[in-house]
């Protein structure tokens, strides 16, 4: 069990912080890709609390694990915006614009991407159950791309969205100014109340983001049970 929540935050690590810094998804994809062949004979390589629910839900992982996968997963999410937030600090114009997001609704755009959570991560949630747990596609050695594939394909086709895809990302994302205000240019407890005050105030965005990306999973778990009975 040690050696596979080590992996898990690892792998979960790097993903993050490539996520956060890359405007590139074959950037994502191509960390993606390696850190799934680095871990898949270990920890099955989810690196994504909504591919541990599915895993669960799809009886291929007890509770126990389910709850040490995921708090290894939301750990390196936070360790991850922890670095990010060292390197990129919190400068003048980061403090202008907090003040901008402070004067518009956390939620506008919601309605939109509130979809492209759900059926982005339903799709990736389902294609990781069919490479990587069907005995129709049993021993394979191509799980990985088609695994990176799919985040790749659908990150592009919604990059207007932002989408996450993935929990310990979206905390990830949205945790960073805290740690960035620790090398602020100017006063630090300004910075550390002016990202506190931005990171309650888009709380509730966040959480229903994370939400639909868990509804997604669970969907896909849904799906593959139902159509592959006997792989239970």
Same mark, same amino acid.
């Given at each position: ?5 080590i992996?898990? %935050?690892?792998? *979960? ?6 996520? &956060? ?7 994502? +994809?191509?960390?993606?890709? #390696? ?12 690196y994504?609390?909504?591919? %541990?629910?599915? @895993? ?13 996968y ?9 360790? #991850?915006? #922890?670095? &990010?937030?060292?390197? !990129?600090?919190?400068?003048?114009e ?11 609704? /956390? ?10 959570? @759900?059926l982005? *991560?339903?799709?990736?949630?389902? &294609? ?8 129709? %596609? /049993? ?8 695994? #990176? ?21 979206? &905390? ?11 090398? +602020?240019?100017?006063?630090?407890l ?6 506190? *005050?931005?990171?309650? !105030?888009?709380?509730?965005? %966040?959480?229903l ?16 049970v139902?159509? @592959?009975?006997?792989?239970?």
């Open positions: 069990m040690r050696n596979k929540l992996i898990e %935050t690892l792998g *979960t690590f790097f993903i993050c912080l490539v996520s &956060v810094l890359a405007s590139n998804p074959l950037s994502v +994809a191509a960390v993606l890709c #390696a850190m799934i062949y680095m871990g898949g004979n270990i920890s099955g390589a989810h994504n609390p909504a591919i %541990t629910l599915a @895993f669960f839900l799809r009886k291929k992982l007890t509770i126990k694990r389910l709850f040490g995921m708090a290894a997963q939301f750990l390196a999410a936070l360790l #991850a915006a #922890a670095v &990010v937030g060292i390197l !990129h600090g919190h400068t003048a980061r403090s202008r614009d907090i003040v901008d997001a402070l004067g518009e609704s /956390a939620m506008t755009g919601a309605s939109i991407a509130w979809p492209g959570e @759900f982005g *991560t339903f799709i990736l949630a389902f &294609v990781v159950l069919m490479v990587g747990t069907s005995r129709r %596609t /049993a021993g394979n050695s191509y799980f990985g791309f088609a695994i #990176a594939l799919t985040v790749f394909g659908i990150i592009s086709t919604f990059s207007s969205l932002n989408l996450a895809l993935n929990p310990a990302v979206q &905390v990830a994302n949205d945790t960073i100014g805290i740690t960035g205000a620790l090398n +602020a240019d100017d006063s630090v300004k910075a550390l109340s002016q990202e506190a *005050t931005l990171l309650a !105030h888009g709380l509730p965005r %966040t959480v983001d994370i939400f639909f990306m868990f509804l997604g999973g669970s969907a896909a778990a849904v799906l593959f139902k159509m @592959f009975p006997e792989d239970n």
